[in-house]
Nanobody, 123 residues
Framework: VQLQASGGGLVQAGGSLRLSCAAS????????VGWFRQAPGKERDFVAA????????TYANSIQGRFTISRDKPKNTVYLQMNNLKPDDTAVYYC?????????????????WGQGTLVTVSS
């Protein structure tokens, strides 16, 4: 599975962005998909994940209530809607496809990764 993340950019605090993760090569409709982020000098952290059906989602505490993950299976795309962005949300955001169908925050369950998209939130 090849993944392409897009939608990052520069936004002011309180603003919104929607990230997209599109799959090519083969569908990831049977895979859980996650979003992770990595700020400069920090480790890659879990943000949100969705199971194969779209019926189960998992979120990091830091973004709970502000971000929403969803998937459009006919379009083979997963989205991350980010609202009320804060400067601490500044990072490169990566999407990844799991080897399992469930949603999961375990980074080592994700063998397929996109290239990342930069989100910068100014104060």
């Amino acid at each position: 599975v090849q993944l392409q993340a897009s939608g990052g950019g520069l936004v002011q605090a309180g603003g919104s962005l929607r990230l997209s993760c599109a799959a090519s090569g083969r569908t990831f409709s049977n895979n859980g998909v996650g979003w992770f982020r990595q700020a400069p000098g920090k480790e890659r952290d879990f943000v949100a994940a969705i199971d194969w059906s779209g019926g189960s989602t998992t979120y990091a505490n830091s973004i709970q209530g502000r971000f929403t993950i969803s998937r459009d299976k006919p379009k083979n795309t997963v989205y991350l809607q980010m609202n009320n962005l804060k400067p601490d949300d500044t990072a490169v955001y990566y999407c990844a496809a799991s080897r399992y169908s469930r949603s999961s925050y375990y980074l080592n369950e994700y063998p397929y990764w996109g290239q990342g998209t930069l989100v910068t939130v100014s104060s």
